[in-house]
């Protein structure tokens, strides 16, 4: 399922690249409701799945602040923020609490992740690039 969204998220960014639309995928590793109870969790575990983790993300890719983002799958919550590299984890740092905060940090990992690569393996230079 997760290579699916990654895939999914790089193709909506090359098509809808084009129209100024961005397009972005969030996996939040968080517990909710719905995953709640399932199994017994030390302290520690409960507070770095805190979906406070998750917030954060989701403010700065509503934010015009996130434009130059395209195409990327952000791992957040359980104690990591993270780019993914088609659906292996790229580069990593500390989650932050706040949306200002998070999106310098957001584009440094992109920057130092690798490209999205097309279906033929090559690197795309841009999400919309054909």
Same mark, same amino acid.
């Given at each position: 399922?997760?290579?699916?969204?990654?895939?999914?998220?790089?193709?909506?960014?090359?098509?809808?690249?084009?129209?100024?639309?961005?397009?972005?995928?969030?996996?939040?590793?968080?517990?909710?409701?719905?995953?709640?109870? +399932? +199994?017994?969790?030390?302290?520690?575990?409960?507070?770095?799945?805190? %979906?406070?983790?998750?917030?954060?993300?989701?403010?700065?890719?509503?934010?015009?602040?996130?434009?130059?983002?395209?195409?990327?799958?952000?791992?957040?919550?359980?104690?990591?923020?993270?780019?993914?590299?088609?659906?292996?984890?790229?580069?990593?740092?500390?989650?932050?609490?706040?949306?200002?905060?998070?999106? %310098? !940090?957001?584009?440094?990992?992109?920057?130092?992740?690798?490209?999205?690569?097309? !279906?033929?393996?090559?690197?795309?230079?841009?999400?919309?690039?054909?």
């Amino acid at each position: 399922m997760k290579a699916a969204i990654a895939a999914l998220t790089t193709v909506g960014a090359r098509e809808l690249g084009r129209y100024g639309v961005t397009v972005n995928a969030i996996s939040p590793i968080a517990i909710t409701r719905k995953t709640n109870g +399932r +199994r017994e969790r030390t302290a520690e575990e409960l507070a770095a799945r805190d %979906p406070a983790w998750v917030s954060p993300v989701v403010a700065w890719l509503a934010s015009e602040a996130s434009a130059k983002i395209k195409g990327r799958v952000i791992e957040a919550g359980g104690g990591v923020l993270a780019i993914a590299e088609g659906w292996h984890r790229g580069p990593t740092a500390q989650p932050v609490r706040g949306p200002e905060e998070v999106g %310098p !940090l957001i584009e440094r990992l992109v920057s130092e992740s690798r490209p999205n690569v097309a !279906l033929n393996g090559k690197n795309l230079a841009t999400p919309w690039e054909p």
